[in-house]
């Protein structure tokens, strides 16, 4: 019999963390990505900022039920929830790596131009639904909190991954578009990463950097699949495990065929998967790359070091 959910309050998601701490779980996590073998690559057919919102905001739930899963599921490996926060972190941090490497080229100023009033209008719509209790008041009220470009860049994410989480609720009672929304969750990744640019040149080249993201993002994927069965597994009763943990997959389209959706409970609990046979040839340390021949930052210190809110005006 599992033991009542103590998190009745549908989780929100949460704003990914500065720069400078998600290097810190990047370089924790590096290891791991660098070890990941080709056979569990998969295709990077997500928003990488919203499943990192959406992770961030239902772990706390998943973690109240940490204890649950390593009494009655023994031969799972309840470390790939101990470590989903870093890997969701690393994954959010090869991504801005990715987009200073050129994946995404933009100009800093006209970014911030307009991402200062998307933020705005979208903070203000938030709060009117958040006022009828449509959207979570507390969540909002932790975006409004935020100040200098690296906040408003973070905010944007989580504002996207806070309207599309419960547009089907909100749609048709808040100024707000889905062009906004989407647009939100495009932007504030591309002003982290041009804030980075602008402070320490370009990271590593794009095929390196994608392919790290790609290695962090299966990481992330992996370790989140792993936990929901887990969690299917206890919760089958009460049929709440979408709710604890909704699928990364839910109403976004195609899915990668190695991404597995909370499972019907099985004979055996749930075990880790098997170590790679073979680690394919590890990716140069993002975070400790000596610099470029032109004269620019080590790639980590290329987004990190815009970590610091209340950058420098734009010029």
Do not use: C
Request: charged share 20%.
């Amino acid at each position: 019999m599992a033991r009542p959910f103590s998190n009745k309050k549908k989780p929100t998601p949460k704003k990914p963390a500065a720069p400078l701490k998600a290097a810190t779980a990047f370089n924790e996590a590096l290891p791991e990505i660098e070890a990941l073998s080709a056979d569990r690559l998969i295709a990077v057919n997500l928003d990488i900022p919203r499943v990192v919102s959406q992770v961030l905001g239902v772990l706390p739930g998943l973690l109240a039920l940490r204890p649950d899963i390593a009494e009655q599921l023994q031969k799972h490996d309840v470390a790939l929830l101990e470590r989903l926060e870093t890997y969701a972190l690393a994954a959010w941090y090869a991504h801005l790596v990715w987009l200073s490497s050129g994946g995404t080229e933009s100009a800093l100023k006209p970014l911030v131009e307009e991402a200062v009033p998307l933020r705005e209008n979208l903070l203000g719509d938030a709060e009117a639904l958040a006022r009828r209790g449509l959207l979570d008041a507390e969540t909002v009220a932790e975006i409004r909190a935020g100040q200098g470009h690296i906040d408003t860049a973070n905010d944007l994410v989580a504002l996207s991954a806070l309207f599309s989480g419960s547009w089907s609720e909100i749609a048709g009672k808040t100024a707000a578009t889905e062009e906004e929304v989407n647009r939100a969750g495009e932007l504030g990744p591309q002003l982290l990463a041009a804030l980075g640019v602008r402070e320490h040149g370009k990271g590593p080249g794009p095929t390196e950097a994608a392919d790290t993201r790609a290695r962090a993002f299966a990481l992330l994927v992996h370790a989140y699949d792993q936990t929901r069965r887990a969690i299917a597994y206890l919760r089958w009763n009460e049929g709440d495990a979408d709710t604890i943990a909704p699928s990364l997959y839910k109403g976004r389209g195609g899915r990668a065929a190695s991404s597995s959706d909370a499972a019907a409970p099985q004979d055996d609990a749930p075990t880790a998967p098997t170590a790679p046979a073979s680690p394919a040839p590890p990716v140069a340390p993002l975070a400790t790359a000596a610099p470029a021949a032109s004269g620019a930052a080590p790639p980590a210190a290329a987004v990190s070091g815009a970590a610091t809110n209340g950058a420098p005006p734009v010029t």
